[in-house]
C-alpha cells in the first residue's frame, strides 16, 4: 500500500471514526431528553455502531473523552439493566463491554421485571392493611396494572420473535 493509499484509508477510518463519535453523542442527547442519564446514551449509541465485537472500558472513556469513574459506573448501569454485556477477554484484568444484537427484546425482559418487582410492592403495601379509602384503591389499581402490562409483555416478545423470524424469512419460533 502506498503511502497515499494509507493516509486515505486512515481518513475514511477518522470520518467514520468522527461519525460514530458524532451518533453517540445525538443518541446521548435523546437518552437525556427521555429522561436518563446522556452519558448511559452516549455508550449505547457508541456500542450500536461500533463495527469490533467489544471495547474495552478505557477505549470507550477515550473514543467518548469521558472520566474513566464516568465509564465504570454508567457500564455498571447498563450491564444492570440488560442494555450491555461484559466480555471477558481469558489473562486480560481489563473490562471488556458489548451490545447484543437483540438488546431490545432483552430489555422488554428486563422490563418485566422491574415490573413485577412494582406488583409485589403494591401486593405488600395491601398487606399493611389499607382497607378503605383511596390508597386501597391506588394500590390495587397500581397492581391490577402492573399484572396487565406483565402479562402483555409476553404477548409483546413472543409478537416480536415472531416478526424478526418473518423479516429474516426463518421459520417462526
Do not use: C
Request: proline share 3%; glycine share 10%; no cysteine.
Amino acid at each position: 500500500m502506498s503511502t497515499d493509499d494509507a493516509a486515505a484509508t486512515a481518513e475514511v477510518v477518522d470520518e467514520k471514526e468522527a461519525a460514530r463519535r458524532a451518533f453517540a453523542e445525538d443518541f446521548g442527547l435523546f437518552w437525556e431528553a427521555a429522561g436518563s442519564p446522556r452519558m448511559e446514551g452516549r455508550i449505547l449509541g457508541y456500542l450500536l455502531i461500533m463495527d469490533a465485537p467489544y471495547i474495552s472500558s478505557a477505549d470507550l472513556a477515550s473514543v467518548l473523552n469521558a472520566s474513566a469513574g464516568s465509564v465504570s459506573t454508567t457500564t455498571r448501569r447498563l450491564v444492570e439493566g440488560g442494555w450491555v454485556r461484559r466480555h471477558a477477554i481469558p489473562g486480560d484484568r481489563s473490562h471488556y463491554f458489548r451490545m447484543e444484537n437483540d438488546v431490545w427484546g432483552g430489555w422488554l425482559a428486563g422490563e418485566r421485571r422491574f415490573l413485577e418487582k412494582q406488583r409485589d410492592l403494591m401486593e405488600r403495601g395491601l398487606e399493611l392493611g389499607f382497607t378503605d379509602g383511596d390508597a386501597r384503591q391506588r394500590l390495587i389499581n397500581g397492581r391490577d396494572y402492573m399484572t396487565w402490562v406483565i402479562s402483555y409483555h409476553r404477548k409483546m416478545l413472543v409478537d416480536w420473535e415472531a416478526a424478526k423470524a418473518e423479516r429474516d424469512g426463518t421459520p417462526k419460533p
